[in-house]
Structure formats: C-alpha cells, structure tokens
C-alpha cells in the first residue's frame, strides 16, 4: 500500500455523508450566497480548492481506471474523451456521479491528483475558467429579455417545444448553411436557451455560457462544480430581489451532480442565490426547471440505476422527487418526493441488505397546468423488488403544495438496475428484472380547437399517449410504435404543433428496432407518418453510429427537426414527413475561436429555432468519443 493510500482515513462516500451533514446543519435555510460560493461550495468547492498532483494522479490512474478507460468498450469514454472536462467534472463524476463505486477507497488528494492528471484544463473550477470564444466587444448593450427567444426547456412552461415565430419559413429550410460554430468541453449537453439576443448555455464540464446570438461571441463564462445539463430559463428576478432599481434578468438552471439550483444573473454572469435543493446521494439532476408565477419547479433524478451495478453499494435509497424553489431567494418551498423512504426488505446473493423503494427519478421537466393549478411529470423505473407504486407512471402535483392529485402507471413490476442482463447479473438485481420503460420525456399539456386538453407522453417501452387531465389521467388514445427498452423507444422529448404530435424513438439496442421520427394528429391520435431515421457511416464506430433517435425534436411552422445518433440533423415537413433538409453535424468545423472541432452524436437536450436562426449542440461525447462538443447555428444560406 503506498502512502498516500495508508494516510486515508475517511472514505469518500463517508466523507461526502459528513459534508452534507455540515451543510444541512450550518444556519437556517440551505441557501447559499455570492459570498459563501467564493470560498467554495460544499464537497465539490473542497476539491476544486485542492491541489492535485498530477504525477500521484498518474499512478492512481494506471490501478484504479486504466483497465477500462484505455480500451474502452459499450459505453465506456476513452481516456481522451474525460480530458476534454474540467477536474471539478471529474473529480465529481468519482465522488458522487457514477464513477463513485471506482474510486472506493481513494483519499480526496488521490481524488482531486486523478482529476489534475487527466484534465486538460487546468484552470478549471468554480469562476477560473477561460472563454472558449472571442469575447464580445465592451460596448455591447446591457441584457433585456424579449419575447422572440427559445426559452427554457420546452419554450413554455406547457413543454410543447415549439417555435410559433421562428423568424424564417419552412420554404426556407432547404438554404440552411451553418454560420458559426462554438466549440466547449462537455461530455453531455444541455439545450441552447435564446432570449435577449443571447444564448445561454450549460455543459457538464461545469461551463455556463452566455453568448451573442448573431455572432457567438462569448458575453459571460460562469463555472460550476459538477456540470450541468439543464436548458437555462431566463426571466425577470421578481421586484423583492431586484428592489427598486432597474430590472434585473436572472438565467436559472441546476447543476447536474450537485444537487444546485442557480440564479445567474443574465447581463453579467454574477452568481445572484444557490441553494442545495435535495440532500440525496448518486443524484444526477437530467431535467430542466420550469419556472411560473414567481417559483422554480426543479426535477431530481439520479444514477443509482448504474452504481447499483457495484456490488458493494447498498442498493437502493434513491427517491425521484419535485422541488419547488422561490425564484426571488432561491428558498426551498416543498420537496415532494414519489416513494417511501426506503427500508432493507431482503438480501442480497452476497448477504448484504437490499433496500427499497427506491426509483422513480424525475428525468424530464415538469409542465405546468396554470388553470388546474397542477403541474405534470412523468416518473422512472424503480430499481428494486420492493413495490413503488408511482414508477412509469405520470404524475399530477399541486403547485402550492405539492401534494400528490393522481398518478396513473403505466408499467408495473418495471425493477431494473443496470447489469442485470447476461449470465452473470449483478448481486443488486431484482427477481426478475424489468424491461427499462422509464419515462424520460416533459409531458406536454396540449390546448386542442374548441379548448379540449390533452397530457401527451411517450415512453421507452416506445409507446405514447395521450391522456385527460380532467379523468385522473385516463387514457384517451395510445400507441405502440416498436420494442423499446434500454436507451430505446421515447427517450428525451416529443414536440407538438398546434395539431400534431411528433416523436422520436432511440431502439439503440431493442430487439425490434424501428428508430425514426412519426407524427400523429392529436385530436384523434391516428398517425399522420413515419420516416426511419438515416441510415448513414459516421466518423465513428460501435453501438452509437446509429440511426436511433434519442435527441429531443422541436417544432416550427411547418417543420419538425429530429436529430439521430450519428450525426444527421433533418428537417421534416409537419404535413407529410418529407426530408426539407439535412446536416452532418458530425463534420470538421473552425470554431469562433478560429479553433478545429467537430460535432459527434446528436443526444440529450434538442435544437432551439429563434430570430432565424437554428441552434443544435453535437457532441454528447461520452457516446462518440470524440472529445469535445459544438453548438452549431445555422441561418438561411450562412448570413
Ligand atoms: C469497471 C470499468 C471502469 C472503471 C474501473 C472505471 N470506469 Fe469510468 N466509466 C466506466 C463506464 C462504463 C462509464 C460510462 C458510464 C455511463 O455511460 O453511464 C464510465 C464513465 C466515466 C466518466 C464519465 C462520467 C460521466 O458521467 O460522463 C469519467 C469521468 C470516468 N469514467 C472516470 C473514471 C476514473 C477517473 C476512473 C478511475 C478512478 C474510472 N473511471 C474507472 C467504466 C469504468
């Protein structure tokens, strides 16, 4: 044993557990301020604070990671592909992101050296980090929010994503050329938020991003620990917050594994409140927030479904849970979670104890429903044997209260951790494992003619449906496109039009694929079209060159835009399915930086249409290995 192992006293896990124990305890409220943050926040700010040391980093490398990162395979990301992410995003990704059963064992030195030695930013962490793009001239004008933008998540708080007014016509769709591209570091991606004439813009390599939306030129960089895969919503800071001076504009977003939501704010960049919106272990915030009437609504998923893979985690606690958060203070209102606390019910092959309920992550962005007073979301699997009656179900909260109106399932008995196909499965299995139909999407709370409304869904068992918001949830038409399962059937998020509902299906992996985009009219819900995703060679190999489609679509006037796993962009005519355009988002681009990049697989978080111009980040490198991600914006012939 080398030294600086036998000088470990405390194991990560252990001391994340004493961490958050000091947080919770330390004054009223779990809000933090512009002060707090500079002297770092919480666990992650302890490590970003550390000096690592890149040779020790080198050694822990070779004994703890090497085995898998050096020839990796399925959806392991090669050594190259972490080095494009911050230490913060790494040293995250070992101490509570899925990486945490690894680094079991390691002191926080070795953690904070294995980050120093495999990052190629060695800046990187809370507010150090350089702008990856020409900054923008001093003169330009200070931040006001206009309505002509893309904002947050589905562009409203119903989810429809859709563009009524997206400053071009389908006609025009064939002369799309690309205009810019701005390279970042990220392994994942969040959505590009258009407001104001800006972009805003997260990353998990822990970047947010304010830019100029004509030119891509960087207004602001604001770093945070742990990443952040949220769309940014930007809107007024409420008159209790701002006080009586001109208006303030706050971009509102969470980090990924940290457990945050932030107020930025949106002219400067300067942090304005932080609060620790949940206390639980292995979660990944994935949703968006959505914000209405003066409060954030905040979804909370998590990764255990993977750390249970290790057999030596005591599987499983995680509850998915609704955090509802002033937008003016960042106060937590309620915390509404979907299951029990869990409780050990059995044991393990190994002799540990099992624990359950647990599951239910919250991996889409809540829809508010202004004249119910409700707010809808659609839940995951659970992850163990134990009954958790609200997992594949969606779900109807109360919007002062959070309290639980009705829940309709969908799949029961859907128990599934990952590893637990094959010969061999895990020890944290549960008897018999259930087939992966979580659902992933923001459900959309469609306005028909005549006022009639629908919750629209889908999920990845590749069904979708559409259900009345004033019978409890009761299905009123639904469809079962394909196989579904792990990484298939609906993954991120459909779009609508005022008739019709457009959506995805990944099929990665399912055992009868039919990856493509379909199209069906929502009054009746019969299907108006189907087109198979591009069967298309990518620059790169494996499972992700594929024709899946995962990414979320967006919608405008007569167009939708899917985006599949190996690269190709298409515009589809609403009408009839037609291809109106397409793009390689996967080839060698100059970046604004006058830097070389390219995109890779089109995943996660969707295109954002507005002021002319499409938006589309293409990356998502921990599926194609190539490091690094692109937002690329493109305009009628490039102008
Ligand atoms: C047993 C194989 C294995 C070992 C050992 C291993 N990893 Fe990983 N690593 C993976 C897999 C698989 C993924 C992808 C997980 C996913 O996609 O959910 C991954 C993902 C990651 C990621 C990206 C996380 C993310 O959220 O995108 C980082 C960073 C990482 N590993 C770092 C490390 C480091 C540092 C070590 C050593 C301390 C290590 N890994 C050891 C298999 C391994």
Known sequence: MSAASRTTTLRPRALLTGLTLALALAGAGRTQTAADAEKGNGVMGAFAAANGDPALGATRYAERCASCHDNPTGRTPPKATIAGNTPTFIASALLEGVMAPMARGLSPHDIASVAAYLSTHKDGGLGAGQPEGPPCPASARSFALTADGWNGWGNGETQARYQPKPGLAAADLPRLKLKWAF????????????????????????????????????????????????????????????????????AYLTGWTERTAYALDADTGALIWKTRVDDQQEVQMTGSPVLHAGRLYIPVSSAEEAIATDDSHVCCKFRGAVVAVDAATGKVAW?????????????????????????????????????????????????????????????????KTGAVRWAQPFTTGDNYIIGCEGPKPVANCPTPAGPDYDFGVAPILHTGAGGKQLVLVGQKSSEVYALDPDARGKVVWRHKLSGGGPLGGVEFGPAADPTRYFVGVSDVFSRQPAPGVYAFNIADGTQVWAQPGPRLDCGWKGPFCSPAVSQALSAMPGAVFAGAMNGRLRAYDAGDGHVLWEA??????????????????????????????????????????????????????GK
């Open 335 to 399: 915390e509404r979670f979907m299951a029990a606390p869990a409780k050990p019910f059995k044991t393990n092959p190994k002799g540990q104890p099992l624990w359950g309920p647990a599951g239910a992550a919250i991996w889409g962005a809540p829809t508010i429903d202004a004249k119910r007073g409700a707010l809808y979301v659609a839940t995951g699997d659970s992850y163990t044997d134990a009954p958790l009656p609200m997992a594949d179900s969606v779900v109807a909260l109360d919007l």
């Open 584 to 637: 390689d988002t996967a080839q060698p681009v100059t970046t604004t930086a006058s830097k070389p990049a390219k995109g890779g697989v089109l995943d996660g978080a969707g295109p954002t249409i507005a002021g002319g111009t499409l938006y589309v980040v293409s990356g998502y490198q921990a599926r194609s290995g190539t490091p690094g991600m692109v937002l690329l914006a493109y305009t009628v012939d």
């Open 183 to 250: 390279g970042f570091a990220g392994s994942r991606n969040g959505q590009a938020t258009v407001a104001g004439g800006r972009v805003f813009l997260t990353s998990t390599s822990g970047a947010v991003y304010a830019l100029d939306a004509a030119t891509g030129c960087v207004h602001w960089r604001f770093d945070i620990p742990g990443g952040s895969r949220s769309s940014i919503t930007v809107a007024r800071l409420p008159q209790k917050a701002s006080g009586t001076g001109p208006a303030r504009y706050a």
